[in-house]
């Protein structure tokens, strides 16, 4: 039988993969501890156990669709293994950051910029997802070796936010950024990148 510690987490979770869910479906600004609630078939007071606000509960959404999408990009990219090209990490890049969790995500950062207690919600997640990102990169192979770690982290979080404001336009019907010029464009500068040199400090 599960103790109660454990079923507290198990109830956190379901409300986070419905708060996912919720954000997926229906934005940030359909966002709300009711419409979790519902999706996770729990009472609004279950919530409240768990969140004080609705503020928190987004947060903490955003906190877990963004470890999700690391996972989703570990299992990836450990997939294609050290004879990886750079066309083979840029497709799987595109199909990491177009999965509905990365444009429910964006979404909330967009309502952040006017949200200054959202804001500080956010400002250590996303401190914390860019340093699990970094460790990511500096694993990555290509082509049987490990890029210049400087380049590397420079390229993946480029093509990163790239993929953001690709994201952003493509939902909003733009029609910008095909997946053929993304990863074009993503080899051209990685080729650049790769044969800049770098001192002992990472700079040029």
């Known amino acids: 039988m599960a103790t109660q510690a454990e079923r507290r987490k198990q109830t956190r979770r379901?409300?986070?993969?419905?708060?996912t869910a919720v954000l997926i479906e229906h934005g940030a600004t359909g966002f709300s501890t009711v419409a979790v609630a519902e999706a996770a078939d729990l009472s609004?007071?279950?919530v409240f156990n768990h969140f004080n606000t609705r503020l928190d509960l987004l947060a903490a959404t955003v906190e877990y669709a963004l470890a999700e999408l690391r996972e989703s990009f570990a299992r990836a990219f450990s997939?294609?293994?050290?004879?990886?090209?750079?066309?083979?990490?840029?497709?799987?890049?595109?199909?990491?950051?177009?999965?509905?969790?990365?444009t429910a995500v964006t979404d909330v950062f967009a309502q952040a910029r006017t949200d200054a207690e959202l804001q500080a919600l956010l400002?250590?997640?996303?401190?914390?997802?860019?340093?699990y990102i970094n460790v990511m990169v500096s694993l990555i192979e290509?082509?049987?070796?490990?890029?210049?770690p400087y380049a590397a982290r420079t390229f993946s979080f480029l093509f990163?936010?790239?993929?953001?404001?690709?994201?952003?336009?493509?939902?909003?019907?733009?029609?910008?950024?095909?997946?053929?010029?993304?990863?074009?464009l993503g080899r051209r500068m990685f080729e650049v990148l790769?044969?800049?040199?770098t001192d002992s400090t990472g700079k040029e």
């Open 194 to 197: 790769a044969d800049s040199p």
């Open 79 to 102: 997939a294609v293994g050290p004879q990886a090209t750079v066309t083979d990490l840029l497709q799987i890049l595109w199909e990491c950051m177009t999965l509905p969790e990365q």
């Open 14 to 19: 379901k409300l986070l993969e419905a708060g």
């Open 44 to 46: 609004n007071g279950a």
């Open 123 to 131: 400002t250590p997640i996303m401190a914390e997802h860019h340093r």
């Open 160 to 184: 990163i936010y790239a993929m953001v404001g690709l994201t952003v336009n493509n939902v909003v019907g733009a029609g910008l950024g095909q997946q053929e010029d993304f990863i074009e």
């Open 142 to 148: 290509v082509d049987g070796g490990r890029p210049d």
